[in-house]
């Protein structure tokens, strides 16, 4: 599972990525400028600096939302559980599935949920995110073991990728991409 959860998931995000940066070009420039003034005079950028690029994050954290590797995820009820007063009664031990995909599609969280929006995730605007409903890994206590390991890697791939190469949409490139699912993820089809 942790082959899977580690691999398969950073190099669909990083797919995302690109894709959404080859079709957003103004997106891609404003990333490539805070990248480069990141660098170092050896050509590198230190750990430190890397964990604190905004919209390097806030790219990132978009193509999460937009296009969640994993499109659900499980909980076992510990106790019986009555949701409001719904009358809806959870048992112990039934399981329950989270949406992860049609909650970080929902215009009711995310206004125009289908363009792609980094600012939506930059400092300033974070505050204004509905508590759960931001779940590419999970959230509260049970929330993805990888987390931290794989925005740093996906992070240094991306820097790397924009910092040396442009993205350019060409006659190939799909309106949207097509995913297949695989277990509970969702993985392009082909890549950009």
């Given at each position: 599972?942790?082959?899977?959860?580690?691999?398969?998931?950073?190099?669909?995000?990083?797919?995302a990525c690109a894709y959404e940066l080859?079709?957003?070009?103004?997106?891609?420039?404003?990333?490539?400028?805070?990248?480069?003034?990141?660098?170092?005079?050896?050509?590198?950028?230190?750990?430190?600096?890397?964990?604190?690029?905004?919209?390097?994050?806030?790219?990132?954290?978009?193509?999460?939302?937009?296009?969640?590797?994993?499109?659900?995820f499980a909980r076992t009820a510990s106790?019986?559980?009555?949701?409001?007063?719904?009358?809806?009664?959870?048992?112990?031990?039934?399981?329950?599935?989270?949406?992860?995909?049609?909650?970080?599609?929902?215009?009711?969280?995310?206004?125009?949920?289908f363009r792609f929006n980094p600012d939506?995730?930059?400092?300033?605007?974070?505050?204004?995110?509905?508590?759960?409903?931001?779940?590419?890994?999970?959230?509260?206590?049970?929330?993805?073991?990888?987390?931290?390991?794989?925005?740093?890697?996906?992070?240094?791939?991306?820097?790397?990728?924009?910092?040396?190469?442009?993205?350019?949409?060409?006659?190939?490139?799909?309106?949207?991409?097509?995913?297949?699912?695989?277990?509970?993820?969702?993985?392009?089809?082909?890549?950009?």
């Amino acid at each position: 599972m942790f082959l899977i959860a580690g691999y398969e998931t950073t190099s669909t995000t990083l797919t995302a990525c690109a894709y959404e940066l080859a079709l957003n070009p103004d997106i891609q420039q404003k990333l490539y400028d805070e990248i480069n003034g990141a660098i170092d005079s050896d050509g590198e950028i230190p750990y430190d600096v890397l964990t604190r690029l905004p919209y390097l994050d806030a790219v990132l954290s978009e193509a999460l939302r937009l296009h969640t590797p994993p499109l659900r995820f499980a909980r076992t009820a510990s106790a019986d559980y009555t949701l409001g007063d719904t009358g809806i009664i959870i048992k112990k031990g039934q399981q329950v599935e989270i949406p992860i995909h049609a909650i970080h599609l929902s215009a009711e969280y995310y206004p125009d949920p289908f363009r792609f929006n980094p600012d939506r995730f930059m400092p300033e605007n974070r505050g204004t995110i509905t508590p759960y409903t931001y779940l590419p890994f999970g959230g509260g206590p049970r929330n993805c073991i990888g987390m931290r390991f794989a925005l740093l890697e996906a992070k240094l791939c991306l820097a790397h990728m924009i910092g040396k190469y442009r993205l350019f949409r060409c006659q190939r490139t799909d309106d949207q991409i097509q995913c297949k699912r695989f277990i509970r993820l969702a993985i392009p089809k082909r890549l950009v």
